[in-house]
């Protein structure tokens, strides 16, 4: 029985290689958008053959999905809801909340209002897109769960409501807005959206 033989050489210079595409392709779609940069001209920066970019990454729309891998898989998100889910004070849930959002903004801010805030119209990259709303909503919707747990919501809002209130005031757009768009600082973003989502998700306290 013959053994395939691996060599560690090779894949090492293999993955050296595909992450010099990847880079170079960061470069170009921050800097020219996605739709402008082609694939040869990623070779081209990456100094390999365009058939290399392909056989390495799978083309452009999975070298953008590949990008966004890090937001996707970062656990910041998972360790609001954790705390979250043990905190009882709303106060608390809130600031967890807001604290979590900025982080996960702040990191990977070149790559998510770089990249995402005009997302192409690839399948591919729409999916990667779509995993990051879609780990967003999930994080939102236990925190509001645990606001209605909690007992802190307005009268009348629902735990569905109160999550799409949050998609509102912490999801990405409301960050592109005060911080790409506007130029405020993100702690001033933070706060103000912390004290905006207060105002509108919980009930007065009880004099």
């Known amino acids: 029985m013959s053994t395939r033989y691996r060599s560690p050489r090779r894949e090492d210079a293999a993955a050296a290689t595909r992450e010099?595409?990847?880079s170079r392709a960061r470069d170009l779609f921050l800097t020219r958008g996605y739709a402008a940069t082609t694939v040869p001209?990623?070779?081209?920066?990456?100094?390999v053959a365009t058939q290399t970019v392909y056989a390495s990454t799978g083309g452009k729309a999975a070298m953008f999905a590949e990008l966004l891998q890090p937001a996707i898989n970062d656990q910041t998100a998972a360790e609001?809801?954790?705390?979250?889910?043990?905190?009882?004070?709303?106060?608390?849930?809130?600031?967890?909340?807001?604290?979590?959002?900025?982080?996960?903004?702040?990191?990977?801010?070149?790559?998510?209002?770089?990249?995402m805030r005009r997302p192409p119209e690839d399948e591919l990259a729409q999916q990667a897109?779509?995993?990051v709303a879609a780990k967003c909503m999930e994080?939102?919707?236990?925190?509001?769960?645990?606001?209605?747990?909690?007992?802190?919501?307005?009268p009348g809002i629902s735990?569905?409501?109160?999550?799409d209130l949050l998609w509102f005031y912490f999801a990405p757009n409301a960050w592109y807005s005060l911080v790409g768009d506007r130029g405020w600082t993100f702690?001033?973003?933070?706060?103000?959206?912390?004290?905006?989502?207060?105002?509108g998700l919980l009930k007065e306290p009880a004099n």
Do not use: F, H, K
């Open 41 to 47: 001209e990623i070779a081209r920066a990456a100094r």
């Open 187 to 199: 702690d001033e973003a933070e706060q103000w959206l912390l004290q905006a989502a207060r105002r």
């Open 139 to 154: 994080a939102l919707t236990v925190i509001a769960q645990r606001l209605n747990e909690l007992g802190a919501l307005r």
């Open 80 to 115: 609001a809801m954790t705390a979250a889910l043990q905190a009882e004070d709303p106060e608390r849930v809130m600031e967890l909340c807001a604290t979590a959002a900025r982080s996960g903004q702040e990191r990977y801010w070149d790559i998510v209002y770089g990249l």
């Open 20 to 22: 010099a595409i990847l």
């Open 159 to 163: 735990p569905g409501r109160a999550a």
């Open 129 to 131: 897109i779509a995993n």
